[in-house]
């Protein structure tokens, strides 16, 4: 590695500060993925092992809307790299190449990073290089000849096809990780430590491969080993017979994980999170003195409510947007009987959830709605002095909120307190942000407002970006899934 690429990678530790204390504080710093070939590589008959619900029209993704996504987080972010230079970065010669990590006109920003460019920092150090290749090549179970070709690609060449499973020759020698958009599954930053998640399937698990190798090779985490938190299987996991092995495996996923005050933290037990991975989770962040209680939210173990994170994100101190059927308006519309009197199980739409507070776990507290804990957290945990409001998918209008939710119109990514990022398609989800106030503006429009100068970030309040989402929707993630947040400003500063 050159001693420029080094006092450069330097450099980059030093600025690059990690701290999280709430879902809403000004956004600084965080890790996207552009969609990359493998998503394109996505076939009909492999599709739901991959996670998807269809195959999707990558071009169209990448350049109508993700690229988009890309130019708000610059703009907010970082907005030397991108403002008045719109029409030279979207000048078709350029094919794009301002979004595409390992192209030379890449927007290279250390405060919106790319795993892949990431990966390839690392890729420069011999040492690092050939301990992932052999990694990679033992989980992939490739011949030793793939091996040797990828000891001999260039670091970005390598990246890319540690990521998209293609070779710089168009060969596809494993599987593609297109999930890897939703960089909040990876890990997720509490206060200063980051917690590195664990994949409940193995369609993903070579990005927790990934991550790991980033997190503890790159200059810009040197600085956070010793507050790195793994989650992994009991170290005799290997010993259990496979029930048993079955149901005490240990998964968890970012989406189920969220820092929504600096003493709090929530985690959702659902299809993606395990229930042995939340009481690890607890256990560790007790014992390194990260939080102070933890709220498990138990939601219904199905594919439309994978993590807590596509039931409810936050907007403001006092507003939150939820899945419409876990309201204490309409929950058990469907069965408002006597069935499960007579024993069946509970509504169809049900959470559960414990609160356990690190000076006495043994008394955990409970919660009989999402609301009654949203409510908690607004006053007690964040101090807002306004009564809590909600704004509920669909506009809580049925079958609005289960069709929007399906879509993500729970899944919103503050930029800042009150300005969120959301899909398009959600139009009467985005009727309810109207009714509490908010204006709403099309991403395309806010953008060359931005860059005219017409509008300014910091004087943004109560407003709803609306992101085309065609294609992304059909990922079964929203703005607030594509996001890893590494930076906020203290929600109490």
């Not at 168009?170 to 960089?183: G, H, L």
Request: hydrophobic share 40%.
């Amino acid at each position: 590695m050159s001693l420029q690429k080094i006092f450069t990678l330097n450099q980059m530790s030093k600025q690059h500060q990690i701290h999280v204390d709430s879902e809403i504080g000004r956004l600084r710093r965080l890790i996207i993925h552009s969609p990359d070939e493998g998503l394109g590589n996505v076939i009909p008959s492999k599709a739901q092992d991959w996670l998807f619900e269809d195959i999707i029209h990558l071009d169209t993704m990448r350049a109508k809307e993700y690229d988009l996504y890309v130019k708000l987080l610059l703009y907010f972010l970082d907005p030397e790299k991108i403002k008045g230079k719109l029409k030279s970065i979207d000048a078709p010669s350029n094919n794009r190449d301002f979004y595409k990590p390992g192209k030379k006109n890449y927007f290279h920003s250390d405060k919106v990073m790319d795993p892949q460019s990431l990966l390839a920092d690392i890729l420069e150090d011999v040492e690092v290089k050939n301990k992932m290749v052999a990694a990679i090549s033992a989980y992939e179970d490739v011949s030793f000849v793939i091996q040797e070709i990828l000891y001999d690609l260039p670091a970005n060449e390598l990246a890319k096809a540690f990521i998209s499973g293609i070779l710089p020759d168009e060969r596809m020698i494993f599987p593609p990780v297109p999930n890897f958009i939703f960089t909040r599954d990876i890990g997720v930053v509490v206060n200063g430590h980051i917690l590195l998640t664990k994949p409940a399937t193995r369609a993903r698990s070579r990005e927790r491969i990934l991550t790991a190798y980033i997190m503890f090779n790159h200059p810009a985490f040197k600085d956070y080993k010793d507050k790195l938190l793994e989650i992994t299987n009991t170290e005799d996991h290997f010993l259990y017979d496979e029930d048993e092995k079955n149901s005490k495996t240990v998964s968890l996923e970012g989406g189920d994980v969220m820092t929504i005050a600096p003493n709090h933290l929530l985690i959702g037990l659902s299809e993606r999170t395990s229930l042995h991975a939340v009481s690890r989770v607890i256990q560790i962040l007790f014992a390194n003195d990260v939080v102070e209680k933890v709220s498990v939210i138990k939601i219904p173990n199905k594919r439309a409510f994978m993590h807590i994170d596509t039931t409810f994100t936050q907007v403001r101190k006092d507003l939150w947007v939820i899945h419409a059927p876990f309201s204490k308006k309409h929950i058990d519309y469907a069965t408002r009987d006597l069935i499960p009197a007579l024993g069946e199980p509970k509504e169809l739409f049900a959470v559960d959830i414990t609160q356990f507070h690190k000076d006495h776990t043994d008394q955990p507290v409970k919660f009989e709605f999402l609301e009654d804990l949203l409510d908690n957290i607004s006053k007690n945990d964040l101090k807002s002095q306004k009564e809590t409001e909600f704004i509920y998918s669909g506009d809580g209008v049925f079958p609005f909120g289960q069709r929007e939710q399906w879509t993500d119109s729970c899944n919103v990514l503050a930029l800042k307190e009150g300005v969120v990022i959301a899909y398009d398609r959600n139009d009467k989800t985005a009727d309810g942000f109207k009714k509490k106030g908010f204006d709403v503006i099309h991403a395309e429009e806010l953008i060359q407002k931005l860059d005219k100068g017409a509008i300014d970030t910091d004087k943004m309040e109560n407003t709803l970006i609306l992101l085309p989402s065609a294609e992304l929707s059909r990922a079964r993630g929203g703005s607030h899934c594509l996001s890893m947040p590494l930076l906020r400003d203290s929600i109490f500063s």
